[in-house]
């Protein structure tokens, strides 16, 4: 008799990325050859730019890329990341702080394991992105979360996060541009966070992997900008993925205070030793450049915002603003729920989103992926022509509920 299989108590915690699961289900559906159009990806759909691709090319015939390098990446990378913040957010920082990581999911999961104890609190304003809880209660920490609605922008303010601070409190995940709701905070919103959380010694973590992609001339601001306590405390996680088109080459980042480095540091030269160093020398050549690459996907996925919202906004029953940041609209649908679907009723956007996979052929990620049942997430990081396809089915399905 072989013994029962057991998994950790640590890993039962942590339950699966909702928003790979969808994408994985409509994925497989379009290889079945069944006519999806997925909403769900919260990836780039262009290619990364040939002069990147060319960099990667070149480094594969280069036998120093072929062995070990330093865990914690090339010098050459981390120097460019420390410009290349200098450049963007202002913040100056020595390449000795610098972690580069499988993408800014693992930076998130070194941060995260790094600085949260058992009952540590974790401060996280909800709708969320998927993973931040969920590594959270891996590494033993309780999250915390902040609500907000469609009707406050999706933003916390200090009166909002006041009444969850405690002895326990240990860290405040921040993202602006944010995924899932594509609320983006102002300078002075930014400003306001920054000194309270200063003020009550609480760190922050923030997430800067969508800071180009703003729009209607708006810019991101780091928060770490804003109070220079905050910054000697704090750590910024960032990446390639989202600006250049490189979800796939997995290189992310961590710029932390030298003793969270150096844990970090230790953590990962055990865990994964250096990242692939073929894509190091691809993110190498996208951050040393302009952002002229850049720059038309931001446009595009600009036209298809405006494009999602108007057609979105203009559903009876589906309600949201335009969203400043990110490639995702967030709209509350809550008001569908009370309707009937030819023969079937759902209860909530879980079941709403099976039902438009299934009927409507279209995937979306449920509110409930990221702690906001009621609303939808639709990412508009895809071609133009299939975004209007995939809306008008939304509209016919909706259109067809009765009641
Ligand atoms: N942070 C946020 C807010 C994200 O949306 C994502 C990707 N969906 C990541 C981090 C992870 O990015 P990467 O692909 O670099 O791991």
Not at 88 to 110: C, M, W
Not at 190 to 211: G, N, P, R, W
């Amino acid at each position: 008799m072989p013994s029962e299989i057991r998994i950790s108590q640590r890993i039962t915690r942590v339950a699966e990325s909702a928003t790979l699961a969808i994408d994985a289900k409509a994925k497989a559906l379009s290889a079945a050859g069944i006519d999806i159009i997925g909403f769900g990806a919260g990836e780039p759909d262009f290619p990364t730019p040939h002069f990147i691709v060319e960099a990667a090319a070149r480094a594969t015939s280069d036998p120093k890329n072929h062995h070990y390098t330093a865990a914690t990446g090339l010098p050459e990378l981390k120097e460019a990341i420390a410009i290349k913040t200098l450049r963007d957010s202002g913040l100056r920082y020595e390449p000795s702080q610098i972690i580069v990581t499988n993408g800014a999911k693992h930076a998130i999961f070194n941060t995260i394991v790094t600085m949260v104890d058992e009952g540590d609190e974790v401060l996280v304003p909800s709708p969320f992105w998927t993973t931040y809880p969920e590594l959270v209660r891996l590494a033993g920490g309780v999250p915390i979360e902040i609500p907000t609605t469609h009707e406050n922008g999706f933003k916390v303010t200090p009166a909002t996060i006041e009444p969850y601070l405690t002895k326990h409190t240990r860290l405040f995940l921040h993202v602006s541009p944010s995924n899932p709701t594509g609320a983006l905070y102002t300078p002075q919103e930014t400003s306001e966070l920054a000194t309270f959380l200063a003020d009550h010694d609480v760190a922050v973590m923030a997430d800067e992997i969508y800071e180009h992609l703003t729009y209607d001339g708006n810019r991101s601001t780091s928060i770490f900008a804003c109070s220079e306590a905050l910054k000697e405390t704090g750590v910024i996680v960032n990446g390639v993925a989202k600006t250049y088109a490189m979800t796939g080459w997995r290189i992310g980042w961590m710029i932390a205070p030298p003793p969270v480095t150096k844990a970090a540091a230790n953590l990962q030269s055990q865990v994964t030793s250096n990242i692939s160093n073929v894509s190091q020398r691809a993110a190498l050549a996208a951050l040393t450049a302009d952002l002229s690459a850049v720059q038309p996907m931001i446009d595009a996925f600009d036209q298809r915002r405006r494009t999602m919202t108007s057609m979105l906004s203009s559903i009876e029953g589906v309600d949201l603003e335009l969203p400043q940041g990110a490639f995702y609209a967030f709209p509350y649908v809550g008001d569908l729920l009370k309707k009937r679907f030819g023969n079937q009723s759902v209860t909530s956007t879980m079941e709403l989103a099976e039902l438009l996979l299934d009927q409507a052929k279209i995937a979306v990620v449920p509110g409930e992926a990221f702690g906001a049942p009621g609303y939808l997430r639709f990412s508009y990081a895809l071609a133009e022509a299939d975004l209007v396809e995939g809306i008008k089915r939304f509209t016919d399905f909706v259109n067809s509920a009765e009641g």
